[in-house]
């Protein structure tokens, strides 16, 4: 098995910059609703699969994040975000609001690949950040591989601090 090294990185929630989000006339981000949880699974292991950087580590991921995705789509608020392009789900960011979690963003900001180098990763983060500040926490962490694309230039912003750390995706026994 591949040794997969990981970061997290921490957000003070207080501190989160005012950014404004255009998205242009195409795009929105909103909440997902219960009828979306098929479409938002499919998109998220889309964005997985399909990126180099993540589809080797998938395998030890799926099980954990499908039970993690399902549970928060369970819940009678659904913290889940969404990414649209007119009426198509092209992203998804799913978060725990549970305050002592290591991390809060399951998923990250998870976006197709035909839609990515358009800001939206950065755009879904910061939106995502917004949903758990609004839910109550003070400090917001999100776990992440090291060295792919979204380490380097997405969850760096918003004065992210980081630091490597142990993570182990699969689920506990």
């Known amino acids: 098995m591949k040794l997969v090294r990981w970061t997290q990185f921490t957000w ?8 404004e989000i255009d998205l242009g006339a195409n795009y929105a981000i909103r909440q997902a ?3 979306e949880h098929k479409i938002v699974d499919k998109t998220i292991f889309s964005a997985f699969s399909l990126d180099m950087d993540w589809s080797d580590t998938l395998k030890i991921l799926q099980h954990r994040l499908e039970t993690e995705i399902g549970r928060i789509f369970e819940q009678k608020k659904i913290d889940c975000l969404v990414v649209t392009h ?3 789900v092209i992203g998804a960011s799913v978060l725990d609001t549970i305050q002592d979690v290591e991390n809060h963003l ?10 990515r180098n358009r ?5 879904l983060l910061y939106c995502s950040l917004q949903v758990l500040r609004e839910a109550g926490l003070v400090r917001a962490h999100g776990v992440i591989k090291n060295n792919v694309l979204a380490a380097k230039y997405v969850y760096p912003k918003f004065n992210s601090s980081s630091a490597p750390c142990e993570y182990s995706p699969r689920m506990p026994l």
Do not use: F, M, N, Q
């Open 33 to 35: 609703t219960a009828e």
């Open 86 to 88: 007119g009426s198509r």
């Open 106 to 115: 399951i998923t990250g900001p998870a976006v197709l690949s035909e839609y």
């Open 119 to 123: 800001g939206l990763g950065s755009k």
């Open 12 to 19: 003070d929630l207080a501190k989160l910059p005012a950014v």
